[in-house]
């Protein structure tokens, strides 16, 4: 069972337009949610996160959207550059043992074209 | 130099051999994880430590084994590897402030 689900397989966008990647989550015990970027041939890198007491979290061109009562998450990249062209895994933290331990999804691959 | 290393970084490997995927790191964290991507899965724990003397399975441990010789070091072993374990391995460290960071991953093929 999926408890962390990125329905979109792939995303294709213009440079210098909006990207929005989605994340639904089933769990809500999930107390943080976390967006990780991958390029090939290299680990994820973290990107940006957002606790679950929060609505929004903005960093330059990157801003997480959560929806608690939705139990959804959107991570919107304005403007969008070829360099964002990677895999975008979301991932969530239920942490009531305090272990670190990370919940991820399938992963979406975005393309952003020239 | 990386924080998180991983060796080897590709390996093909037969069914039934013993293999072993090392993980070190320079980040000083307690924590230390091993997931593995699959197409279509994303990643999965397979184990995950908070020090030496602790050791715990995640959602995918079964025929899986690690170790963790020093706060640094955790490595993953497949006793009797499997075709269904070919996969690309990541290794990860974290502490109780910061988020997961990662090692650039092994990709294992087993056949």
């Known amino acids: 069972d999926q408890q962390v689900k990125q329905n979109s397989p792939s995303l294709s966008v213009q440079e210098g337009r909006i990207s929005i990647l989605n994340c639904d989550y089933t769990n809500s015990m999930f107390d943080y949610f976390l967006w990780y970027k991958k390029y090939p041939a290299e680990g994820p890198t973290f990107l940006i996160s957002?606790?679950?007491?929060?609505d929004k979290n903005e960093d330059g061109r990157f801003t997480v959207f959560l929806n608690k009562s939705a139990k959804h998450l959107s991570l919107h990249i304005v403007p969008s550059q070829p360099g964002d062209s990677a895999v975008y895994f979301c991932?969530?933290?239920?942490?009531?043992?305090?272990?670190?331990?990370?919940?991820f999804g399938q992963g979406t691959t975005l393309q952003v074209k020239p | 130099d990386a924080d998180v290393t991983q060796t080897p970084r590709n390996r093909i490997t037969k069914t039934g051999k013993r293999i072993m995927l090392e993980c070190s790191q320079t980040?000083?964290?307690?924590?230390m994880y091993w997931y593995r991507q699959d197409p279509g899965l994303g990643l999965r724990l397979i184990y995950y430590?908070?020090?030496?003397?602790?050791?715990n399975k995640g959602e995918i441990s079964d025929g899986y084994s690690v170790s963790r010789q020093a706060q640094a070091k955790f490595s993953l072993s497949l006793e009797s590897a499997i075709p269904n374990q070919t996969a690309l391995y990541f290794c990860?460290?974290?502490?109780?402030?910061?988020?997961?960071?990662f090692g650039q991953g092994t990709r294992l093929t087993v056949v």
């Open positions: 430590s908070f020090d030496v003397k602790d050791i």
């Open positions: 991932a969530a933290r239920e942490d009531s043992g305090n272990t670190g331990k990370l919940i």
């Open positions: 980040k000083g964290h307690d924590r």
């Open positions: 957002i606790s679950s007491i929060k």
């Open positions: 990860a460290t974290s502490d109780s402030n910061t988020e997961a960071f």
